[in-house]
């Protein structure tokens, strides 16, 4: 069992360059989410899913967009890379409000 | 909007010794609560758990009582291992979101 996949693991781009962030789980989970983490902030929300077809934004959404649209994807993507995005971004996923949300390994990315 | 304010770190601790990580929540609704961890280099996993008031999470030596009175959800080891070491965050969940406090990290000494 995966659990929650995401890749790449690191990337370097440069401002203005665009890339999309992959997240994909095998949970059957309906709650999707991004988060950005950053030194002495947490986990901020970047958007996040209640299940296919249907994307909020969360906290920090300007910059990033995303969509839904299986059960098992949730990508994000950067449109216009800025410095202020270097950060380490996490995916996660849950089935209810109530019960543990599962975080991918991670994706540390530097914009120069 | 709910929110999660946690003690700030770093904490560094001596083998054996007592932790407790202060916790308190600001929501609008009954949130569950929850302590992560997370190890160098690696995701964010759940260390515990508490769906509703006085509820008590439990899991390799650590506790956290969910406390509706004080908002509060302070987790407590009662005896740290270097194994402990890791940067440890409060978070709370409503509905579909979960909100996080800044995390704290814990180093432990041998």
């Known amino acids: 069992n995966a659990g929650v996949t995401q890749t790449p693991k690191f990337q370097v781009l440069k401002t203005g360059q665009s890339m999309t962030l992959q997240c994909a789980q095998d949970?059957?989970?309906?709650?999707m989410s991004w988060y950005r983490q950053d030194p002495g902030m947490g986990l901020r929300l970047i958007h996040y899913?209640?299940?296919?077809?249907?994307?909020d934004q969360g906290e920090v959404p300007n910059g990033y967009n995303v969509s839904r649209s299986t059960t098992e994807d949730f990508p994000l993507r950067l449109l216009s890379a800025a410095p202020s995005q270097t950060s380490v971004y996490f995916c996660?996923?849950?089935?209810?409000?109530?019960?543990?949300?599962?975080f991918g390994q991670g994706t540390r990315l530097t914009v120069v | 909007g709910d929110s999660v304010t946690q003690m700030e770190g770093p904490v560094t601790l001596s083998e054996e010794a007592f932790l407790t990580i202060n916790c308190t929540y600001t929501a609008t609704g009954y949130p569950s609560l929850f302590w992560y961890v997370q190890y160098p280099g690696e995701g964010l996993q759940l260390l515990l758990k508490a769906t509703k008031a006085d509820d008590k999470g439990s899991n390799k030596g650590f506790e956290a009582t969910y406390r509706k009175e004080t908002t509060s959800f302070h987790l407590e080891k009662g005896s740290v291992q270097v194994s402990d070491s890791a940067v440890y965050f409060c978070a709370l969940g409503d509905d579909y979101k979960l909100s996080f406090g800044a995390g704290t990290t814990v180093t432990v000494r041998a």
């Open positions: 996660a996923s849950r089935n209810t409000r109530d019960t543990e949300a599962f």
């Open positions: 899913s209640v299940g296919a077809g249907i994307t």
């Open positions: 949970m059957n989970h309906e709650y």
